[in-house]
């Protein structure tokens, strides 16, 4: 241990002996720590910043907007308008594809994605 580590564990020493930390809010309760394994480490901070201010990360706002394009193609009558809309999310799932290094797959995603979003938004 450096010298700075030795001082500052004493001076926790002394504070826990004197009782400073005995009337602390929540006492005794576990801390309630955000499991962030699946988020790769040199991202971590990034969606911890983004979570707090009520964000999410673009990879999942871009997945938010894939699943409302097919939900909206499955509502479409007119076929050329379909046809630009179906145009328009093969772009996107494209676009998304090139992005990360993992392909999007439509018929695994659609539940998956709003657990993601509830777990990182804290809901």
Request: hydrophobic share 35%; charged share 40%; net charge negative.
């Amino acid at each position: 241990m450096d010298f700075l580590s030795r001082i500052a564990e004493e001076r926790i020493k002394e504070a826990i002996q004197e009782g400073i930390f005995d009337d602390l809010p929540n006492k005794g309760k576990p801390l309630e720590l955000e499991d962030m394994s699946l988020i790769p480490e040199d991202l971590r901070m990034a969606y911890k910043i983004l979570k707090n201010a009520g964000m999410i990360p673009p990879e999942l706002e871009d997945r938010k907007e894939i699943i409302h394009l097919r939900d909206l193609i499955n509502t479409i009558d007119d076929e050329e308008i379909r046809l630009k809309k179906i145009r328009e999310l093969n772009f996107k799932i494209m676009k998304y594809n090139m992005q990360n290094k993992k392909p999007i797959y439509l018929e695994d995603m659609y539940g998956y994605e709003e657990k993601i979003r509830c777990k990182l938004m804290g809901e």
